[in-house]
């Protein structure tokens, strides 16, 4: 079945660590986005792509950087997670640029 | 710059009572869609209904069903017969034709009390 997968759905880490939040579809998607929520509060769109080898960077600063190399992939790098860090990592892929579909996230917590 | 407001952080209504959540929009483009998602408790967000600017007639998905206002920039979400399952963040969105990315509102909290 078609469907859109994070990677680790908890995570607790110290501050410095590296970090890498998986993102993956099966639907086919040229189009992905990375999402910041805290919770019970509005997203903040980090990073985008709209196919292999492109990136930008979303309507919010982020540390964080990603990658695209297969269509299916999208992952997101923090190089040193810090508290600040703190909060839920939303994926979602779209086909049209339109309707989205969304992962189940990732809730990141630094310490 | 599009945006989209919600102006009603939280709202709370007893099971099967109708609920109707606000949603403004402000663009300068006449091709567009927008969008409610709901968000459960610690589950992954869906999308609940869609409506293209285009189309006059309301969209209506069940027990969901929208009033666009195209002239006065509104698109607010009606839910009949509410469900505990309602409980959610709900979440309104706007995009243009050809546009990438979507903008959100800053969402509604609904409760459904037994």
């Known amino acids: 079945e078609a469907d859109i997968y994070q990677t680790p759905r908890y995570l607790v880490i110290g501050t410095g660590k590296k970090i890498t939040l998986e993102c993956s579809q099966t639907m086919g998607h040229d189009k992905m986005y990375w999402y910041q929520q805290d919770p019970g509060m509005e997203l903040h769109l980090i990073h985008y792509s709209y196919g292999v080898n492109s990136t930008e960077k979303g309507d919010l600063s982020s540390e964080s950087t990603v990658s695209r190399i297969r269509t299916e992939h999208f992952p997101l790098t923090l190089e040193s997670a810090r508290p600040s860090h703190t909060s839920q990592y939303l994926c979602?892929?779209?086909?049209?640029?339109?309707?989205?579909?969304f992962g189940p996230g990732t809730r990141l917590t630094v310490l | 710059a599009q945006t989209v407001t919600q102006s009603q952080p939280e709202m709370s209504v007893q099971e099967a009572e109708t609920v109707t959540l606000s949603c403004t929009y402000d663009?300068?483009?006449?091709?567009?869609?927008l969008f409610w998602y709901k968000q459960p408790p610690s589950r992954q967000m869906i999308l609940v209904i869609r409506q293209e600017a285009y189309k006059q007639q309301n969209a209506t998905e069940n027990r969901f069903s929208v009033n666009f206002q195209k002239a006065a920039k509104s698109f607010s979400l009606k839910i009949s017969d509410s469900q505990l399952g309602d409980t959610a963040m709900y979440f309104c969105a706007f995009t243009h034709k050809g546009a990438q990315k979507l903008v959100f509102g800053q969402g509604t909290r609904l409760t459904i009390n037994p």
């Open positions: 663009t300068s483009e006449s091709n567009y869609y």
């Open positions: 979602a892929s779209s086909e049209s640029g339109q309707r989205q579909f």
